[in-house]
T-cell receptor, first 114, second 114 residues
Framework: ETGVTQSPTHLIKTRGQQVTLRCSSQ?????VSWYQQALGQGPQFIFQ???????GRGNFPPRFSGLQFPNYSSELNVNALELDDSALYLC?????????????FGEGSWLTVV | AQSVTQLGSHVSVSEGALVLLRCNYS??????LFWYVQYPNQGLQLLLK??????LVKGINGFEAEFKKSETSFHLTKPSAHMSDAAEYFC????????????FGTGTRLQVFP
């Protein structure tokens, strides 16, 4: 139990649609990171939010966007869904952004695009 | 650029046998290294991390890993496997010297036979 909660746990969308995934960070954590884990692969960094500002982005197109709210919860939005967006989306929270931080992951949101 | 390579996508051991999961890293800066475990349909749980202190790092559930700079390795071991150790294991490295963003390997699936 990491204290990081994600919703929804599973969802199915049609190609071209838009999706919003939500994450509540662990109490006291001001940083949220999002990772995409395709089937059979390791997680890949999408972006990070620190104190409501984007703090780095991985190699993902602009149709992947995010928000962090004053209570440090976060949303991941994906527009114009493609079949390859089918994956487990993991939210992770931490305190600050320093190297070596312990990052706590939620259980993820499974997205299937058909 | 930082990267990790996990040798062997699948490892099978008998209950009570030694577990050895291999991870080699490439890093242009002193690395911070992590091992995470993922049980079926769950998120990632931190097993242990190396942050430039002791080279032998002890983690949860009896796992440990040794940082060997000369071999650029950070292999995960456990003296005696238990059925409950069956899971996917991921090695990860910090992206840079001043960030907690992680770069993951492709994972090793551990099977434990009775």
């Amino acid at each position: 139990e990491t204290g990081v909660t994600q919703s929804p746990t599973h969802l199915i969308k049609t190609r071209g649609q838009q999706v919003t995934l939500r994450c509540s960070s662990q109490s006291g954590h001001n940083t949220v990171s999002w990772y995409q884990q395709a089937l059979g692969q390791g997680p890949q960094f999408i972006f990070q939010y620190y104190r409501e500002e984007e703090n780095g982005r991985g190699n993902f197109p602009p149709r992947f966007s995010g928000l962090q709210f004053p209570n440090y919860s976060s949303e991941l939005n994906v527009n114009a869904l493609e079949l390859d967006d089918s994956a487990l989306y993991l939210c992770a929270s931490s305190k600050g952004t320093g190297v070596g931080n312990t990052i706590y992951f939620g259980e993820g949101s499974w997205l299937t695009v058909v | 650029a930082q990267s990790v390579t996990q040798l062997g996508s699948h490892v099978s051991v008998s209950e009570g046998a030694l577990v050895l999961l291999r991870c080699n890293y490439s890093s242009s800066v002193p690395p911070y290294l992590f091992w995470y475990v993922q049980y079926p349909n769950q998120g990632l749980q931190l097993l242990l991390k190396y942050t430039s202190a002791a080279t032998l790092v002890k983690g949860i559930n009896g796992f440990e890993a040794e940082f060997k700079k000369s071999e650029t390795s950070f292999h995960l071991t456990k003296p005696s496997a238990h059925m409950s150790d069956a899971a996917e294991y991921f090695c990860a490295v910090s992206e840079g010297w001043n960030t907690d963003k992680l770069i993951f390997g492709t994972g090793t699936r551990l099977q434990v036979f009775p």
